[in-house]
Protein backbone atom coordinates (compact mmCIF):
# COMPACT_ATOMS: atom_id res chain seq x y z
CA UNK A 1 0.00 0.00 0.00
CA UNK A 2 1.71 3.26 -1.21
CA UNK A 3 2.27 5.49 1.82
CA UNK A 4 0.39 8.35 2.96
CA UNK A 5 0.30 11.84 4.17
CA UNK A 6 -0.27 12.49 7.67
CA UNK A 7 -1.51 16.09 9.08
CA UNK A 8 2.13 16.94 10.06
CA UNK A 9 3.16 16.19 5.92
CA UNK A 10 0.66 18.47 5.12
CA UNK A 11 1.32 20.94 7.44
CA UNK A 12 4.83 21.63 6.09
CA UNK A 13 4.20 21.11 2.69
CA UNK A 14 1.56 23.73 2.94
CA UNK A 15 4.07 26.10 5.10
CA UNK A 16 6.47 25.41 2.33
CA UNK A 17 4.01 26.78 -0.75
CA UNK A 18 3.38 29.93 1.37
CA UNK A 19 6.76 30.66 3.41
CA UNK A 20 8.69 29.65 0.09
CA UNK A 21 11.35 26.38 0.19
CA UNK A 22 14.72 28.32 0.56
CA UNK A 23 14.80 29.27 3.95
CA UNK A 24 13.57 26.26 5.93
CA UNK A 25 14.79 27.64 9.41
CA UNK A 26 12.93 30.27 8.48
CA UNK A 27 9.70 27.32 7.53
CA UNK A 28 10.08 26.02 10.81
CA UNK A 29 10.06 28.90 12.98
CA UNK A 30 7.01 29.99 11.33
CA UNK A 31 5.20 26.13 11.79
CA UNK A 32 6.81 26.35 15.35
CA UNK A 33 8.95 23.57 14.75
CA UNK A 34 12.64 22.93 15.47
CA UNK A 35 14.82 23.55 12.35
CA UNK A 36 16.43 20.20 12.82
CA UNK A 37 13.03 18.93 12.99
CA UNK A 38 11.84 19.97 9.67
CA UNK A 39 14.93 19.18 7.98
CA UNK A 40 14.79 14.96 9.05
CA UNK A 41 11.01 15.24 8.01
CA UNK A 42 11.61 16.60 4.26
CA UNK A 43 14.06 13.96 3.26
CA UNK A 44 11.84 11.38 4.83
CA UNK A 45 9.29 13.04 2.40
CA UNK A 46 11.17 13.43 -0.16
CA UNK A 47 12.28 9.69 -0.24
CA UNK A 48 8.92 8.63 0.12
CA UNK A 49 7.04 10.94 -2.09
CA UNK A 50 6.68 12.67 -5.46
CA UNK A 51 7.61 16.34 -4.44
CA UNK A 52 8.96 18.96 -6.45
CA UNK A 53 9.55 22.30 -4.95
CA UNK A 54 9.39 25.37 -8.43
CA UNK A 55 9.33 28.51 -8.62
CA UNK A 56 6.27 30.52 -9.98
CA UNK A 57 7.15 33.82 -12.37
CA UNK A 58 4.99 36.85 -12.24
CA UNK A 59 5.06 36.95 -15.78
CA UNK A 60 3.36 40.23 -16.78
CA UNK A 61 6.09 41.87 -14.98
CA UNK A 62 8.28 40.48 -17.22
CA UNK A 63 6.61 41.55 -20.41
CA UNK A 64 4.57 38.34 -20.92
CA UNK A 65 0.38 37.50 -21.40
CA UNK A 66 -0.81 34.23 -20.43
CA UNK A 67 -2.10 32.04 -22.98
CA UNK A 68 -4.41 29.27 -22.19
CA UNK A 69 -4.82 27.22 -24.99
CA UNK A 70 -7.57 24.50 -25.65
CA UNK A 71 -6.59 22.48 -29.05
CA UNK A 72 -8.77 20.13 -30.50
CA UNK A 73 -7.38 17.74 -32.52
CA UNK A 74 -8.08 16.43 -36.07
CA UNK A 75 -8.85 12.74 -35.53
CA UNK A 76 -5.47 10.51 -36.58
CA UNK A 77 -3.41 13.71 -35.56
CA UNK A 78 -3.41 13.84 -32.01
CA UNK A 79 0.40 13.61 -31.65
CA UNK A 80 1.27 15.68 -34.36
CA UNK A 81 -1.05 19.03 -32.71
CA UNK A 82 1.22 18.57 -29.46
CA UNK A 83 4.54 18.76 -31.96
CA UNK A 84 3.01 21.46 -33.62
CA UNK A 85 2.29 23.67 -30.35
CA UNK A 86 5.65 22.51 -29.06
CA UNK A 87 7.01 24.78 -31.88
CA UNK A 88 6.08 28.01 -30.68
CA UNK A 89 9.26 28.90 -28.69
CA UNK A 90 6.86 30.43 -26.09
CA UNK A 91 5.23 27.50 -24.40
CA UNK A 92 5.52 26.45 -20.81
CA UNK A 93 3.06 24.02 -20.31
CA UNK A 94 1.53 21.27 -22.79
CA UNK A 95 -0.73 18.32 -22.15
CA UNK A 96 -2.26 16.15 -23.61
CA UNK A 97 -5.96 16.05 -22.62
CA UNK A 98 -8.96 14.15 -23.42
CA UNK A 99 -12.80 14.35 -22.04
CA UNK A 100 -15.24 16.89 -24.21
CA UNK A 101 -12.31 16.33 -27.09
CA UNK A 102 -8.95 15.06 -27.66
CA UNK A 103 -6.13 17.38 -27.94
CA UNK A 104 -3.97 19.20 -25.93
CA UNK A 105 -3.78 22.26 -23.46
CA UNK A 106 -0.93 24.53 -23.13
CA UNK A 107 -0.03 27.33 -21.01
CA UNK A 108 2.67 30.25 -23.00
CA UNK A 109 3.59 33.20 -21.91
CA UNK A 110 3.73 35.29 -25.06
CA UNK A 111 5.84 38.96 -25.67
CA UNK A 112 2.63 41.25 -25.10
CA UNK A 113 3.38 43.26 -28.47
CA UNK A 114 2.83 39.64 -30.15
CA UNK A 115 -0.55 38.32 -29.56
CA UNK A 116 -1.76 38.65 -32.90
CA UNK A 117 0.94 36.63 -34.37
CA UNK A 118 0.16 34.23 -31.49
CA UNK A 119 -3.31 33.97 -32.37
CA UNK A 120 -1.98 33.51 -36.50
CA UNK A 121 0.13 31.09 -35.44
CA UNK A 122 -3.01 28.55 -33.48
CA UNK A 123 -5.15 29.15 -36.90
CA UNK A 124 -2.34 28.23 -39.07
CA UNK A 125 -2.84 24.92 -37.24
CA UNK A 126 -6.26 24.50 -37.86
CA UNK A 127 -5.89 25.54 -41.76
CA UNK A 128 -3.15 22.72 -42.53
CA UNK A 129 -5.70 20.44 -40.76
CA UNK A 130 -3.72 19.17 -37.52
CA UNK A 131 -6.35 20.83 -35.45
CA UNK A 132 -10.34 21.28 -35.69
CA UNK A 133 -10.24 23.97 -33.36
CA UNK A 134 -8.31 26.10 -31.48
CA UNK A 135 -9.26 28.33 -28.74
CA UNK A 136 -7.28 30.64 -27.00
CA UNK A 137 -7.83 32.57 -23.23
CA UNK A 138 -5.79 35.15 -22.33
CA UNK A 139 -5.30 35.06 -18.73
CA UNK A 140 -3.60 37.30 -16.04
CA UNK A 141 -1.26 35.27 -13.97
CA UNK A 142 -2.11 32.09 -12.19
CA UNK A 143 -2.24 32.15 -8.67
CA UNK A 144 -0.80 29.33 -6.28
CA UNK A 145 -3.06 27.73 -4.21
CA UNK A 146 -1.40 26.04 -0.85
CA UNK A 147 -4.05 24.87 1.30
CA UNK A 148 -4.04 21.36 2.34
CA UNK A 149 -4.93 20.86 5.71
CA UNK A 150 -8.23 22.26 5.50
CA UNK A 151 -10.86 19.50 5.03
CA UNK A 152 -8.47 16.95 6.24
CA UNK A 153 -9.91 14.52 8.69
CA UNK A 154 -6.61 14.13 11.53
CA UNK A 155 -7.85 11.10 12.96
CA UNK A 156 -8.87 9.00 9.75
CA UNK A 157 -6.12 10.79 7.76
CA UNK A 158 -8.29 11.03 4.89
CA UNK A 159 -10.21 14.46 2.82
CA UNK A 160 -13.71 15.12 3.90
CA UNK A 161 -15.52 17.06 1.01
CA UNK A 162 -17.64 19.18 2.27
CA UNK A 163 -19.56 20.03 -1.20
CA UNK A 164 -22.50 21.53 0.58
CA UNK A 165 -20.94 24.03 2.81
CA UNK A 166 -18.57 25.30 -0.18
CA UNK A 167 -21.23 26.37 -1.83
CA UNK A 168 -23.56 28.05 0.80
CA UNK A 169 -21.29 30.02 1.58
CA UNK A 170 -20.10 31.53 -1.60
CA UNK A 171 -22.48 34.38 -1.42
CA UNK A 172 -21.11 35.75 1.54
CA UNK A 173 -17.05 35.66 0.16
CA UNK A 174 -15.35 38.22 -0.28
CA UNK A 175 -15.39 40.23 -3.77
CA UNK A 176 -11.56 41.56 -3.66
CA UNK A 177 -9.39 39.88 -5.19
CA UNK A 178 -5.64 38.66 -4.60
CA UNK A 179 -3.33 41.55 -7.08
CA UNK A 180 -2.76 38.20 -8.92
CA UNK A 181 -6.32 37.58 -10.01
CA UNK A 182 -7.32 40.97 -11.55
CA UNK A 183 -6.41 42.25 -14.95
CA UNK A 184 -3.01 44.50 -15.15
CA UNK A 185 -3.12 47.52 -16.63
CA UNK A 186 0.05 47.00 -18.65
CA UNK A 187 2.74 44.56 -19.12
CA UNK A 188 6.15 46.23 -17.68
CA UNK A 189 9.53 44.72 -18.51
CA UNK A 190 10.65 45.32 -14.86
CA UNK A 191 13.96 42.41 -14.94
CA UNK A 192 16.93 42.05 -17.45
CA UNK A 193 18.67 38.97 -18.31
CA UNK A 194 20.66 37.99 -14.56
CA UNK A 195 16.96 38.38 -13.46
CA UNK A 196 15.56 35.81 -15.85
CA UNK A 197 18.52 33.31 -15.81
CA UNK A 198 18.03 33.05 -12.25
CA UNK A 199 14.27 32.37 -12.17
CA UNK A 200 14.46 29.86 -14.72
CA UNK A 201 16.70 27.63 -12.63
CA UNK A 202 14.56 28.09 -9.73
CA UNK A 203 11.52 27.15 -11.84
CA UNK A 204 13.44 24.21 -12.18
CA UNK A 205 14.63 23.67 -8.62
CA UNK A 206 13.45 26.46 -6.29
CA UNK A 207 15.87 25.03 -3.49
CA UNK A 208 18.92 25.69 -5.93
CA UNK A 209 21.83 28.11 -3.85
CA UNK A 210 22.90 31.56 -4.92
CA UNK A 211 26.68 29.45 -5.73
CA UNK A 212 25.29 27.28 -8.23
CA UNK A 213 23.66 29.87 -9.92
CA UNK A 214 26.39 32.16 -9.81
CA UNK A 215 28.67 29.50 -10.78
CA UNK A 216 26.67 29.03 -14.17
CA UNK A 217 26.71 32.67 -15.03
CA UNK A 218 30.36 33.16 -14.03
CA UNK A 219 29.12 35.97 -11.58
CA UNK A 220 29.53 36.15 -7.92
CA UNK A 221 26.81 34.54 -5.62
CA UNK A 222 26.81 38.24 -4.10
CA UNK A 223 25.90 39.54 -7.13
CA UNK A 224 22.97 36.61 -7.74
CA UNK A 225 21.71 37.48 -3.96
CA UNK A 226 21.43 41.27 -5.16
CA UNK A 227 18.94 40.13 -8.09
CA UNK A 228 17.16 37.70 -6.14
CA UNK A 229 16.51 40.31 -3.43
CA UNK A 230 16.33 43.70 -5.10
CA UNK A 231 15.01 42.69 -8.39
CA UNK A 232 12.94 39.43 -8.20
CA UNK A 233 11.71 39.94 -4.63
CA UNK A 234 11.52 43.96 -4.43
CA UNK A 235 9.53 44.26 -7.81
CA UNK A 236 7.15 41.42 -7.13
CA UNK A 237 8.57 39.31 -10.45
CA UNK A 238 8.93 36.15 -8.45
CA UNK A 239 5.39 35.95 -6.84
CA UNK A 240 5.48 32.63 -5.13
CA UNK A 241 6.67 29.03 -4.79
CA UNK A 242 4.74 26.13 -5.83
CA UNK A 243 4.96 22.35 -3.88
CA UNK A 244 4.01 19.74 -6.28
CA UNK A 245 2.85 16.23 -4.88
CA UNK A 246 0.39 13.70 -5.61
CA UNK A 247 -1.60 14.29 -2.21
CA UNK A 248 -4.54 12.21 -3.24
CA UNK A 249 -2.45 9.05 -4.71
CA UNK A 250 -1.29 9.05 -8.87
CA UNK A 251 -3.29 6.44 -10.20
CA UNK A 252 -6.80 7.50 -7.40
CA UNK A 253 -6.54 10.79 -8.88
CA UNK A 254 -6.85 13.16 -11.88
CA UNK A 255 -5.99 16.87 -12.75
CA UNK A 256 -8.66 19.03 -14.44
CA UNK A 257 -8.82 22.27 -16.32
CA UNK A 258 -11.75 24.13 -15.70
CA UNK A 259 -13.38 27.55 -17.11
CA UNK A 260 -15.88 28.64 -15.35
CA UNK A 261 -18.15 31.51 -17.23
CA UNK A 262 -20.66 33.59 -14.67
CA UNK A 263 -23.01 37.01 -15.76
CA UNK A 264 -20.99 39.38 -13.07
CA UNK A 265 -17.53 40.36 -11.94
CA UNK A 266 -19.34 39.98 -8.57
CA UNK A 267 -20.19 36.30 -8.65
CA UNK A 268 -17.10 35.32 -10.00
CA UNK A 269 -15.14 37.28 -7.47
CA UNK A 270 -16.95 35.71 -4.87
CA UNK A 271 -16.78 32.14 -6.34
CA UNK A 272 -12.81 32.47 -7.21
CA UNK A 273 -12.50 33.34 -3.39
CA UNK A 274 -14.33 30.45 -2.00
CA UNK A 275 -11.78 28.75 -3.97
CA UNK A 276 -8.47 30.61 -2.21
CA UNK A 277 -8.06 27.97 0.22
CA UNK A 278 -9.36 24.90 -1.33
CA UNK A 279 -7.01 21.66 -0.75
CA UNK A 280 -8.67 21.11 -4.69
CA UNK A 281 -7.43 23.81 -6.00
CA UNK A 282 -3.83 24.18 -7.48
CA UNK A 283 -3.97 27.22 -9.19
CA UNK A 284 -6.71 30.03 -10.89
CA UNK A 285 -6.31 32.40 -13.54
CA UNK A 286 -8.41 35.07 -14.73
CA UNK A 287 -9.49 35.38 -18.10
CA UNK A 288 -8.84 39.10 -19.08
CA UNK A 289 -11.59 41.13 -20.14
CA UNK A 290 -14.18 38.39 -18.85
CA UNK A 291 -16.46 37.36 -16.24
CA UNK A 292 -14.15 34.02 -16.44
CA UNK A 293 -12.10 31.71 -14.82
CA UNK A 294 -9.53 29.13 -15.32
CA UNK A 295 -9.09 26.55 -12.45
CA UNK A 296 -6.39 23.85 -12.19
CA UNK A 297 -8.36 21.36 -10.34
CA UNK A 298 -7.44 18.62 -8.57
CA UNK A 299 -9.82 15.71 -7.38
CA UNK A 300 -9.77 12.22 -6.20
CA UNK A 301 -11.65 10.13 -8.95
CA UNK A 302 -14.93 9.68 -6.27
CA UNK A 303 -15.10 13.03 -5.94
CA UNK A 304 -15.66 14.24 -9.39
CA UNK A 305 -19.05 13.67 -9.40
CA UNK A 306 -19.80 15.60 -5.83
CA UNK A 307 -17.81 18.34 -7.76
CA UNK A 308 -19.76 18.29 -10.77
CA UNK A 309 -23.21 17.86 -9.21
CA UNK A 310 -22.67 21.23 -7.11
CA UNK A 311 -21.53 23.04 -9.79
CA UNK A 312 -24.65 22.26 -11.28
CA UNK A 313 -26.32 23.14 -8.60
CA UNK A 314 -24.82 26.95 -8.85
CA UNK A 315 -26.18 26.92 -12.62
CA UNK A 316 -29.06 25.77 -11.43
CA UNK A 317 -29.38 28.78 -8.92
CA UNK A 318 -27.97 31.51 -11.21
CA UNK A 319 -24.35 32.15 -9.60
CA UNK A 320 -22.69 29.88 -12.19
CA UNK A 321 -23.48 30.66 -16.08
CA UNK A 322 -21.92 27.67 -17.70
CA UNK A 323 -18.89 25.36 -16.70
CA UNK A 324 -16.46 23.27 -19.20
CA UNK A 325 -13.19 21.27 -18.53
CA UNK A 326 -10.46 18.88 -19.43
CA UNK A 327 -8.75 15.96 -18.29
CA UNK A 328 -5.05 15.52 -17.75
CA UNK A 329 -2.98 13.07 -19.30
CA UNK A 330 -0.26 12.55 -17.34
CA UNK A 331 1.12 10.06 -19.46
CA UNK A 332 2.37 12.98 -22.18
CA UNK A 333 2.45 15.94 -20.07
CA UNK A 334 5.57 18.33 -20.97
CA UNK A 335 6.89 21.89 -19.17
CA UNK A 336 9.74 23.85 -19.53
CA UNK A 337 11.03 27.36 -18.33
CA UNK A 338 10.61 30.36 -19.23
CA UNK A 339 12.43 30.76 -22.54
CA UNK A 340 15.31 32.76 -21.58
CA UNK A 341 17.01 32.51 -24.75
CA UNK A 342 15.06 34.34 -26.60
CA UNK A 343 15.28 37.42 -24.36
CA UNK A 344 18.16 39.88 -24.98
CA UNK A 345 18.89 43.66 -24.14
CA UNK A 346 15.77 43.63 -22.40
CA UNK A 347 13.54 42.63 -24.64
CA UNK A 348 12.24 39.14 -26.02
CA UNK A 349 12.37 37.98 -29.57
CA UNK A 350 9.39 36.66 -31.00
CA UNK A 351 10.35 34.68 -34.50
CA UNK A 352 6.44 34.59 -35.52
CA UNK A 353 7.85 33.18 -39.20
CA UNK A 354 10.16 30.61 -37.93
CA UNK A 355 6.99 29.05 -35.87
CA UNK A 356 4.94 29.65 -38.55
CA UNK A 357 7.75 27.24 -41.29
CA UNK A 358 8.54 24.76 -38.27
CA UNK A 359 4.94 23.41 -38.23
CA UNK A 360 4.72 23.51 -42.00
CA UNK A 361 7.84 21.41 -41.99
CA UNK A 362 6.56 19.08 -39.15
CA UNK A 363 3.00 18.53 -40.99
CA UNK A 364 5.17 18.38 -44.48
CA UNK A 365 7.12 15.67 -42.55
CA UNK A 366 4.79 13.86 -40.32
CA UNK A 367 1.44 13.60 -42.52
CA UNK A 368 1.92 15.18 -46.14
CA UNK A 369 -1.18 13.90 -47.28
CA UNK A 370 -2.48 17.32 -45.22
CA UNK A 371 0.59 19.29 -46.44
CA UNK A 372 -1.14 18.34 -49.93
CA UNK A 373 -4.72 19.82 -48.95
CA UNK B 1 74.43 75.30 3.85
CA UNK B 2 71.69 73.62 6.71
CA UNK B 3 68.98 75.16 4.76
CA UNK B 4 70.22 74.16 1.33
CA UNK B 5 70.60 70.81 2.85
CA UNK B 6 67.15 70.49 3.91
CA UNK B 7 66.07 72.16 0.87
CA UNK B 8 67.80 69.09 -0.91
CA UNK B 9 66.70 66.67 1.12
CA UNK B 10 62.89 67.96 0.91
CA UNK B 11 62.74 68.16 -2.66
CA UNK B 12 64.13 64.20 -2.49
CA UNK B 13 61.21 63.42 -0.12
CA UNK B 14 58.59 64.78 -2.23
CA UNK B 15 60.30 63.45 -5.03
CA UNK B 16 59.73 60.12 -2.92
CA UNK B 17 56.56 60.61 -1.96
CA UNK B 18 55.00 61.84 -5.04
CA UNK B 19 56.33 58.34 -6.76
CA UNK B 20 54.66 56.22 -3.96
CA UNK B 21 51.36 57.63 -4.55
CA UNK B 22 52.11 57.27 -8.19
CA UNK B 23 52.37 53.89 -7.65
CA UNK B 24 49.99 53.33 -5.31
CA UNK B 25 47.30 54.95 -7.82
CA UNK B 26 48.57 52.56 -10.86
CA UNK B 27 48.60 49.65 -8.69
CA UNK B 28 45.25 50.22 -7.55
CA UNK B 29 44.01 50.95 -11.67
CA UNK B 30 46.07 47.91 -12.69
CA UNK B 31 44.08 45.49 -10.60
CA UNK B 32 40.79 47.27 -11.17
CA UNK B 33 41.84 46.23 -14.83
CA UNK B 34 42.83 42.97 -14.33
CA UNK B 35 39.30 42.11 -12.64
CA UNK B 36 37.34 43.67 -15.16
CA UNK B 37 38.86 41.83 -17.76
CA UNK B 38 38.55 38.37 -15.49
CA UNK B 39 35.63 38.21 -14.10
CA UNK B 40 32.00 38.77 -16.66
CA UNK B 41 29.99 41.46 -16.44
CA UNK B 42 26.34 40.57 -14.83
CA UNK B 43 24.93 40.39 -18.40
CA UNK B 44 27.57 37.44 -19.00
CA UNK B 45 26.16 34.61 -20.70
CA UNK B 46 29.21 32.05 -20.47
CA UNK B 47 28.12 28.44 -21.18
CA UNK B 48 24.41 29.69 -22.61
CA UNK B 49 25.83 32.38 -24.86
CA UNK B 50 28.20 29.62 -26.32
CA UNK B 51 25.08 27.34 -26.89
CA UNK B 52 22.65 29.86 -28.17
CA UNK B 53 25.40 30.79 -30.45
CA UNK B 54 26.39 27.75 -32.29
CA UNK B 55 22.33 27.19 -32.99
CA UNK B 56 21.44 30.62 -33.88
CA UNK B 57 17.68 31.44 -34.83
CA UNK B 58 17.79 31.54 -38.38
CA UNK B 59 18.54 27.74 -38.89
CA UNK B 60 14.87 27.22 -37.61
CA UNK B 61 15.59 23.28 -36.85
CA UNK B 62 17.01 24.14 -33.05
CA UNK B 63 14.35 24.23 -30.65
CA UNK B 64 15.97 26.02 -27.67
CA UNK B 65 13.45 27.30 -25.86
CA UNK B 66 13.68 27.16 -21.74
CA UNK B 67 14.94 24.20 -20.01
CA UNK B 68 12.62 21.15 -19.46
CA UNK B 69 10.99 20.68 -15.89
CA UNK B 70 11.30 17.63 -14.18
CA UNK B 71 7.10 17.76 -13.23
CA UNK B 72 4.13 17.09 -14.95
CA UNK B 73 1.89 19.14 -13.07
CA UNK B 74 0.71 22.97 -14.59
CA UNK B 75 2.47 25.56 -12.63
CA UNK B 76 1.32 28.73 -11.84
Same mark, same amino acid.
Given at each position: /????????? $?????????????? %????????????????????? $???? @??????????????????????????????????????????????????????? &??????????? &??? *?????? #??????????????? &????????????????????????????????????? #????????????????????? *???? #??????????????? /????????????????????????????????????????? *? *? +???????????????? +????????? $??????????????????????????????????????????????????????????? @????????????? %?????????????????? | ????????????????????????????????????????????????????????????????????????????
Amino acid at each position: /MPPKFDYSD $LRILEGLGKYGPRN %VTGVARKLGLPAETLRKKLKR $LTSQ @FFLKFNANIYHTYLGLKKALVFAEAAPGYEDLLFNCLRQNDFWISLVRCYGTFEG &CVGVFTVPNDH &CVE *FEQFLE #EMVKLGAARKNQVFW &CTCFHAIHSRCKWFDRKSKTWNFRWDKWIEKIPNEDT #ELPYTLVDPKDFPIKGDYTDV *FILK #ELEKDATTSFTDIAK /MLGVSPQLIGYHYRSHLIKRGILESFEVADFRFGTTTSNFF *F *F +LFKFDSAEKLNKFASS +LLDKPFVRT $LGKVLGQNALYGYIYLPKPEFRGFIDHLSKLIRTGFLQSYSYAIQDLQKSSRQTISYEY @FRHGAWIYDHKKH %VHNIHNLVKQNAPELHTN | MWDEKTKNGGEKLNLKTALLLLMIFFASTVTTITMAIKSPTPDGFSATETAFATHSLESGKVELAGDPIDNPLVGS
